[in-house]
């Protein structure tokens, strides 16, 4: 997980992209352990140190990772892409935001 | 003074011999677990096998932290024998009852509260009703109201829980659970998103938190870009 997500932040560290993380571990040094080893940049919420946290029960998340793609204005336009499909929904938002400029 | 030294003698004498003799019970409870975590075995047949450690450890050391933590330890895997469903609650609910009576004021008690999977609905909420009594410490009350609100919340639905949430918030709402606080907790299952609104093609809610480092932060700081939530853990 964290080398594909390492190469697309870094493929598109120019674009108006972000990665947000949240964080279900028991510590905070957890992450802070895996971005030190993975060289990983990344913006992320500790979310309280469990999977039942707060953005996790508000969200209804059960599973992880899970993940839901946001378009420039803020909606939700893809979820449940890893990988390939990541990249790909990602490229399009990107596209369709400067298309519109 | 001379007869001072000679009790720490005595002492550190006792020290050696008991971590030599690998008399040291936390140890043998911290490589026990250790054993378990690592295994590369199926998790069923590795708790069969380490299982009479963590009893023999309880029942050597009664009493003690270590008897407890082996105790905790043999409740919360009792979900090993899941296939045979009345044989582990029954043995949780012996074990939970055993923990009870024996350590009524541990702040350990907390965990019982979550492990509602290896127990009869019935037994959970009475284990429930057991751990909010006044004379618990307050981290295990906490701990079995927000179970409780929860486990209302599943058998009869959202209206019925608000009054326990609210409850829980207004007596234990400043008490820390882990790295946040009741407040917070029963805050997000009062306001838990509408699944309809978490769909594609509906504006994502904001989301409000803070960085591994304590760092207020919220969704809306990347407002124009797109962006990827990525809901994740390290394990």
Request: without cysteine; aromatic residues 10%.
């Amino acid at each position: 997980m964290y080398p594909h997500e390492r190469s697309l932040v870094k493929r598109l560290k120019d674009e108006k992209f972000t990665l947000l993380g949240i964080n279900s571990d028991e510590t905070p040094e957890k992450w802070a352990d895996a971005a030190k080893r993975e060289k990983l940049t990344w913006p992320v919420m500790f979310d309280g140190g469990s999977i039942n946290g707060p953005i996790a029960t508000k969200w209804g998340v059960r599973g992880w990772p899970t993940i839901y793609v946001l378009d420039a204005k803020g909606v939700i336009r893809f979820i449940g892409v890893r990988d390939k499909a990541m990249d790909e929904a990602v490229d399009e938002l990107l596209a369709e935001m400067k298309e519109r400029k | 003074m001379k007869q001072f030294q000679g009790r720490y003698f005595a002492a550190a004498l006792v020290l050696v011999f008991a971590s030599k003799a690998g008399a040291d019970p936390a140890k043998d409870l911290a490589d026990l677990e250790k054993r378990f975590e690592s295994s590369a075995k199926p998790r069923k047949e590795n708790y069969a096998e380490l299982r009479p450690g963590f009893e023999e450890l309880a029942k050597k050391h009664a009493g003690t932290v270590v008897s407890l933590k082996a105790k905790l330890w043999l409740l919360q895997n009792t979900w090993w024998v899941k296939d045979d469903k009345g044989s582990m609650e029954d043995a949780a609910a012996a074990l939970a009852d055993a923990i009870l009576k024996e350590y009524p004021k541990a702040e350990d008690l907390a965990r019982v509260a979550e492990w509602h999977y290896v127990f009869r609905k019935e037994k959970h909420a009475e284990l429930l009703a057991a751990l909010m009594a006044a004379d618990r410490p307050d981290a295990v009350r906490a701990a079995a109201g927000l179970a409780n609100a929860i486990r209302v919340k599943k058998a009869g639905g959202a209206d019925e829980a608000k009054p326990l949430f609210e409850a829980l918030a207004k007596d234990f709402g400043k008490l820390k659970q882990g790295y946040t606080t009741y407040a917070a907790l029963a805050d997000a299952h009062l306001n838990v998103h509408n699944p309809d609104e978490l769909q594609i093609g509906k504006p994502a809610p904001e989301i409000i938190g803070l960085s591994p480092e304590g760092r207020a932060m919220k969704l809306s700081d990347f407002a124009g870009r797109v962006v990827v939530v990525d809901f994740f853990g390290d394990w």
